[in-house]
């Protein structure tokens, strides 16, 4: 299966009303899948909605002048997002 990692870096290639799950904790290595279900894949927690997650990945480079996340600042956004309801602060 794939990483979260994974995952998000081809995020542009999935259904927007479609949700990705992850393998708590959430960290870029975890265990990650999208489908178009209401319920999480045995072992995975419901993560976020491709539509919102692309949303956070566009409000992270907006607040940052236009610059394209990498791998790694693409998963810590979409996990703080996650966790806190809120976009990543700029001085994080």
Known sequence: MPSLLDVLQSLDDQPAEATIFAAKPWTPTSVATVEDLDEPPHGLDYLLEVDPAQEVLEVWSSWRHGVEPNAQQKCQAV????EHDSYLDTHL
Not at 79 to 82: D, G, K, T
């Open 79 to 82: 996990i703080h997002y996650a």
